[in-house]
């Protein structure tokens, strides 16, 4: 029994140092990872002091600041590709892309970033896809589009970015069909069309016809890059049997503008069951002034529930002189309906 006890104690001893010597382990990585940190923030500022202006200087076409920029060590490359490229982000003006694609090629520093696409490590697959994309390097255009299927979720969302800032119409067709792909950030997907704009449009009606089931996704896709051209079809889904596809093709009609036709959809779809559709009707009816009566449809829907309420509200608030009356009779309620009314009656008075 007590030699029992004593291999109990052993354990809970071992136990005890194995815990202590991991706990110290852990926080000794943490401290290196923070010196190693700290280590290359100071470096980069020590980097952006010394070759920051020499920048500035080759993109306005300096020869003398670009050959030493060429001339840099090599380990200073990357950081400095950072410092050219990064800022694209922001300042898409093409004689800057331009003098910046100049710079990188002058540094040598194109054939590194096709290395590290064809890289094992995915750290190094994504800065060179961004690259590519933001230096708008056309003949990529097919590795771009490869990175798509990659392994990597991270690379795959970085190609998708690559691709827009790309620009290259011949990729259109690669990028909207990974509409539905939900490995994609539903962000990047959104900005990938909205890149292109009405580009998309086209081909996005005729994967539609041959792929109802995802109606939803290219009603939402509209939204964002749809036409006056898209409006029939739209018009058409608000008679989908699926509720979600009939507020999608409201709402992308809110986006696009009504026509007579659409209008009365609109209004016939404020007495749906569904809260969602009803709330994107109102939406869509947002400065309608035509015909079909909507300032008083969409008065009675002021104590609906609230998405539906506060967009009635709004699309009674921006209709004018006729919405404000169709509000007037609310104004004295005690009700949602009444606080909704006072406050788009007060907002009116308030912008005269």
Known sequence: MNGALLNIDRVALWALWAGLAL???MAVIVIIVRLGLIAHQRFVRRLTRRYGPLIDRALRGDAGAIDSLVRSPSHYRLELARRLI???????RPDRIAATRDIIRAMSLVPLADRWLRSRRWWRRVPALHAFGLLQFAD???QLVAALDDDNAEVRNAALDALADLHDPATLPAIVVRLHDT???RGRRAAALAAFGS???EFLLELSSVDPAQRVNYAKALTICGTVRSRS??????????EAVRAAALEALARIGLDDRAAALAIAALDSSDVQERAMAAAA??????????PSHLARHLGDSWPVAVRAAHALRSIGPAG?????PYAARDDQAGVLARQMLWDAEAAV
Do not use: I, K
């Not at 990064?86 to 898409?92: H, K, N, Q, Y």
């Not at 018009?235 to 699926?242: F, L």
């Open 23 to 25: 706990a110290a382990a």
């Open 86 to 92: 990064f800022p694209l982000v922001e300042d898409r």
């Open 140 to 142: 990529r255009a097919r």
């Open 183 to 185: 490995s994609l950030q």
């Open 199 to 201: 580009q998309c449009e």
């Open 233 to 242: 079809v739209l018009c058409e889904w608000t008679a989908d049997a699926r």
């Open 285 to 294: 009816l947002h400065g309608w002034t035509g015909g079909g009566d909507a």
């Open 324 to 328: 404000c009356a169709a509000l007037r």
